[in-house]
Each structure stands twice: as structure tokens, then as C-alpha cells.
């Protein structure tokens, strides 16, 4: 076999991907990096969730290391959840050529039953109750902005005994007036949000801790550059400068 004659083409490292960002950044993730780095939570995490995260990253140009996605294994026996922050949504939406801004805040209902709409997240709870949050969404050549409003009973994260989780509990006005916003932000431009959720829409996560500090990326192992084999020579044909010199005198009559 002339196996010594044969090429071995470059190969990619399995289980490394190339990430571009929409920024322009480009960096390496492998299954070792995220397992190691970019798992919240505490559990652990299979290789399938790895995969998924590391394809969405990929996909959708999103940077872990700048926390703009997150993997979050709350329980070793529950499914991974991957959220993305809200700067994402603005970053994005901001992108848009149509884009002209937005406003949100909550709804609230008063003493006597009466619904009414606040800018932002301020309310007296002595004598209004949260019952939802609203967002707008203004695009160019729309003649009404884009609205979205959303339930409070719909998204407030509860334990498994029913009591409201720790974040919804302490914050729950800033927390649905964020859930109808990426809402409206969504619905506007689905092509570039569709798919996205933050972690307040995940009420199974909501009460993790996120570090939102943005890191340096790891390296990922590099792919290992094969290079042509030179033919190998039979080990009959080696033979060392001393052989072949005395071979040639003994062929030719030399002392």
C-alpha cells in the first residue's frame, strides 16, 4: 500500500464551533469551554443541552463571554433553559432602520376595580394592585405604534408549593413591565428576536443568579494542522553514508 504517499486533508476539532458575532467578533466554543465556564445554575449539564447552546450562539451571533446568552441548569434532573439579556433585545432593535423607540410600564387596578396604564414601574400598593405590564413599540410607516400588554397571573414564577418566587416576589413591577417589552420588541422584529426569550419569561430559572460581568474568551483547542507525509522508503533501501560508500568501491574495484 502506498500509504506514504497519501495526503491527509485538515480536519476541524470536533466538538468546536466558530462563533461571528453581530459586531464583528469571532471567537471558538468547544463542549470543555462551556461545560467550564458558561453554565449557571449548578447542574450539570448533558452533552445534547451543550450542543443546543452551542448552535444557538452560533445561529443567532450571540456572545456568552460579553453575557449576552446564557445556560441555565437550575437541577441536575431538570431540563437547561438558555435566556438571553434584555440588552440584546435593544441592541438589536436598535439596528433596525425603522426603529423609532418605544415606551412600557405596568397596569394596575385601583380601589374600585378600575384598570389604569403607568409609565414605568412606580404604583402605591396601599391602594393600587399590579395586575400586568404594557409596552409600545414605534416603527416608521406605521400609523399606531405596535402594542403589547401582558398578565402578571400569566408570568409570575411560583414554587412548587404555589408561593411566588424570591425575584417576582420582591419585583414584580419591574418584572412584567420587562416580559411586555421584549414581548413588543419581538412581535416587531421577529426575524432578529424571534426565538429569544429573557429569563423572566422562564419561570423555572427566574431565581437563578447571573453574573453578569463580561469575561475574556477562553481559548478552544486548536485543529490540529496535518501536513503532507514525505514517501517513505522501504527499510531494505536505508542504508547509512557508510554502507553506501563502501558498496560503491566494492562495485567499481575501489580499495
Known sequence: ???????????????????????????????????????????NVNDEEIRMFMALCQYRGLNPWTRDVYLI????????????SKNVYMRRAQRQPSFRGYKSGIIVQDEDGTAIKLDGTFYTPETQTLVGGWAEVYIEGWNVPLFESVRLEEYIGRKKDGEVNGQWATRPATMIQKVALVHALREAYPEELGGLYVQEEVSDVVDVILDETPREPQEAPKAVEAREQPPMMPKTAQRSPESVSSGASALFGGA
Request: proline share 4%.
Open 73 to 84: 441548569k437550575y437541577g441536575s434532573n431538570s431540563p437547561a433553559a438558555m435566556v438571553v
Open 1 to 43: 500500500m502506498a500509504v506514504g504517499n497519501a495526503i491527509i486533508k485538515k480536519q476541524s476539532t470536533p466538538g468546536v464551533v466558530k462563533v461571528r458575532t453581530s459586531d464583528g467578533k469571532e471567537f471558538s466554543l468547544s463542549a470543555d469551554i462551556v461545560r467550564k465556564y458558561l453554565v449557571s445554575g449548578g447542574g
